[in-house]
């Protein structure tokens, strides 16, 4: 069973303006003091909970749904919201993802934009690192039009369920994200999608169609991580990592540091260096379609809320990358093996480089094209959302038109 919420523009400012009247009404103890606030979370339950002022870092799991409807509430399209059951796993079950000492289950948390007609292609959106599927807020309306948009939070991110890390190695925390994707793909009853996976989401993503390409009709990876080795690393970063600097940088990288312990680190200081990161990133540093104002708050503070909740999936890090983002089982070495049709969608100035794309389609056995989209980074959908919009129609265009390869490819976008 799954808890579902829906929700509409016009919900979602609703539950905005209760949330702000809620928080206002605090009560305070007879002497001044401020006492606990009785709220119900996310999943029905009364609890009682201190103002986010009083606590290091002030944020919880409520806040990241909060924020995930402020976000949300730009996007016109209705859609669904439910935490989306997938289990603790059978008895004596060897999959970590499922191990807990309460056996308690587990939730995915999926956004879901019903296309008005019945016969629309299903499309799958994996966020990437440090990110969740929040980060397509410019890309639901769009694409809403013309497919089932289904958007997850992938396990220990966002708003799904956070279990203790427990994976060792790197085939354990591949499985850790690929078997309860499939998990959540049998509790949705998918027989068959399209998948978009974005950075280290695309990784996932690739991983998971190789081992059920029965279900996956086109994989589209968005900026990949995961094809470069580190035997690719260039001279610079080797010489780099024989300093001091570079020493203390690797034993951090290793030792599973990651940049969400460091907001986390700096509690009620935490918001302001994300604050600074949104808008540089998207401000800026930006090259193509700029944040306004609305949506550069709402984004932060989602962000926010989502990178300072209780570490979990952030700590694959050093089981799937080496120092320098070089990936232990790199893709470009199953390419030989892979059995789906497959787009990579880059922006111009994206710092994952697609020539390990062109390196890995050398090797593919099936239809493989490689777009580059203008005017944007490695967050391309957000940077030119219309750009990357035109390149996921393009790259879907078998779905939608009867001559296919007649198509030609859309003005701004380049094939490489």
């Given at each position: 069973m799954s808890v579902i919420r829906r929700w509409g523009r016009s919900q979602a400012k609703i539950a905005?303006?209760?949330?702000?009247?809620?928080?206002?009404?605090?009560?305070?103890?007879?002497?001044?003091?401020?006492?606990?606030?009785?709220?119900?979370?996310?999943?029905?339950?009364?609890?009682?909970?201190?103002?986010?002022?009083?606590?290091?870092i002030p944020s919880s799991t409520d806040h990241i749904?909060?924020?995930?409807?402020?976000?949300?509430?730009l996007v016109k399209t209705p859609?669904?919201?439910?935490?989306?059951?997938?289990?603790?796993?059978?008895?004596?079950?060897?999959i970590r993802w499922f191990r807990s000492a309460s056996d308690e289950n587990r939730f995915i948390n999926t956004v879901t934009f019903e296309s008005k007609d019945n016969d629309s292609p299903t499309i799958v959106m994996v966020h990437g690192y440090g990110a969740s599927q929040g980060f397509f807020f410019r890309n639901f309306d769009a694409l809403a039009r013309r497919f089932r948009v289904i958007a997850i939070d992938q396990l220990g991110?966002?708003?799904?369920?956070?279990?203790?890390?427990?994976?060792?190695?790197?085939?354990?925390?591949?499985?850790?994200?690929?078997?309860?994707?499939?998990?959540?793909?049998?509790?949705?009853?998918?027989?068959?999608?399209?998948l978009l996976g974005h950075s280290f989401g695309g990784y996932v993503a690739a991983k998971y169609a190789n081992k059920h390409p029965e279900h996956v009709q086109h994989l589209i990876l968005v900026g990949p991580a995961g094809f470069s080795a580190d035997t690719d690393m260039s001279e610079r970063l080797t010489q780099f990592k024989a300093t001091w600097k570079g020493a203390v940088l690797n034993h951090l990288w290793e030792s599973n540091f990651t940049p969400q312990k460091l907001v986390r680190g700096l509690g009620p200081w935490?918001?302001?260096?994300?604050?600074?990161?949104?808008?540089?990133?998207?401000?800026?540093?930006?090259?193509?379609?700029?944040?306004?104002?609305?949506?550069s708050k709402l984004l932060t503070d989602y962000i926010y809320h989502t990178l300072a909740a209780k570490g979990s999936g952030e700590l694959c890090l050093k089981y799937i990358f080496s120092f320098g983002a070089f990936a232990r089982?790199?893709?470009?070495?199953?390419?030989?093996?892979?059995?789906?049709?497959?787009?990579?969608?880059?922006?111009?100035?994206?710092?994952?480089?697609?020539?390990?794309?062109?390196?890995?389609?050398?090797?593919?056995?099936?239809?493989?094209?490689?777009?580059?989209?203008?005017?944007?980074?490695?967050?391309?959908?957000?940077?030119?959302?219309?750009g990357f919009h035109s390149a996921v129609f393009h790259a879907c265009r078998r779905f939608f038109s009867p001559n296919p390869d007649n198509e030609p490819l859309p003005e701004g976008l380049t094939s490489v």
């Open positions: 905005m303006a209760e949330e702000l009247r809620t928080a206002a009404a605090a009560t305070t103890t007879a002497s001044g003091g401020p006492t606990p606030i009785e709220t119900t979370s996310s999943d029905g339950r009364k609890k009682w909970t201190w103002p986010s002022l009083l606590r290091w749904i909060a924020s995930e409807k402020r976000l949300l509430s859609f669904l919201v439910e935490q989306v059951n997938i289990g603790s796993g059978p008895p004596g079950s060897k991110w966002g708003g799904s369920s956070r279990p203790d890390f427990t994976c060792k190695s790197t085939e354990e925390t591949e499985d850790w994200f690929i078997d309860s994707l499939e998990a959540w793909r049998k509790a949705k009853n998918l027989n068959s999608f399209i935490g918001p302001n260096l994300v604050r600074k990161y949104t808008s540089a990133r998207f401000g800026s540093y930006a090259t193509g379609e700029l944040l306004n104002e609305e949506e089982k790199p893709l470009l070495h199953c390419a030989s093996e892979w059995k789906v049709p497959t787009t990579f969608i880059y922006g111009y100035n994206d710092w994952m480089s697609y020539q390990g794309a062109q390196e890995a389609r050398k090797h593919m056995k099936v239809p493989c094209e490689i777009l580059r989209v203008p005017q944007g980074g490695h967050f391309v959908f957000i940077d030119n959302p219309s």
